[in-house]
């Protein structure tokens, strides 16, 4: 396997499994872990200091969790590539971190030649999911979403702005911005038109009609 360097950090909430997580790594000749958290607040701030080439993170943590790192990570646009671990094989948790924007989802039981394998192929833009997913009966990625946040949804598939989002739900246009910046992160679509085309997926424009009749 290539020796090329490739720096890592490490987001876990309990010690014990980062520290085996570093051992495995850091048996890989070039790979460096230069960072580790406990929570996901500490993961961002990590990967906004250090700037690593890929984030190891585990599903689950306190605060935000590895899903919700990767969303974020996403909207803003950062270099550092997500690589998510998991306890759990459930087609949904899977779907989720791809929505994400995650570009791997590796079991935490998996050998530790995958693990430092995946952290290799994902430096390297490749993106690494199970394959048979087949449908998830009740899945959606509406589940991501706050009540407000699907409302939001809603008024910009169906064309408002910003403003006219605001006067409609009665809250401020900043408020409307931070709503519609969290559930793109969520939803991992930066674009209204891909907006549009999950709230019609998802039958949402049917909830009130359309802009034409409101």
């Known amino acids: 396997m290539s020796d090329a360097s490739v720096t890592v950090c490490i987001a876990d909430d309990h010690a014990v499994v980062r520290e085996g ?5 850091e048996g890989e000749p070039g790979v460096r872990v230069i960072g580790e958290a406990s929570d996901g607040d500490t993961a961002l701030e990590l990967v906004e200091r250090l ?3 890929v984030l190891v993170v585990d599903v689950a943590m306190p605060g935000r969790t590895g899903l919700a790192v990767a ?5 803003r646009g950062s270099a550092t590539r997500v690589l998510v671990l998991s306890m759990h094989d459930e087609p949904q948790y899977i779907r989720e971190a791809r929505r994400a924007g995650a570009r791997g989802y590796l079991l935490k039981d998996s050998p530790p030649a995958t693990l430092r394998r995946a952290v290799r192929d994902v430096q390297r833009g490749m993106e690494l999911f199970p394959k ?3 449908p998830v009966e009740g899945a959606s990625p509406l589940d991501l979403l706050t009540p407000r946040e699907r409302e939001v949804l809603v ?8 403003k006219e989002v605001a ?4 809250i401020s246009p900043r408020t409307v911005e931070t709503h519609r910046e969290s559930l793109m992160g969520k939803l991992g679509i930066r674009t209204v038109a891909g907006l549009t085309r999950l709230a019609l997926e998802e039958g949402l424009l ?3 009609g359309s802009r034409a009749a409101t």
């Open 132 to 134: 048979d997913l087949g």
């Open 71 to 75: 969303a974020e990570l996403t909207r």
């Open 167 to 170: 006067a409609r739900l009665s």
């Open 206 to 208: 049917g909830e009130g």
């Open 21 to 25: 997580i570093r051992r495995v790594l």
């Open 51 to 53: 700037h690593p080439e």
């Open 155 to 162: 008024r910009i598939a169906r064309g408002d702005t910003n």
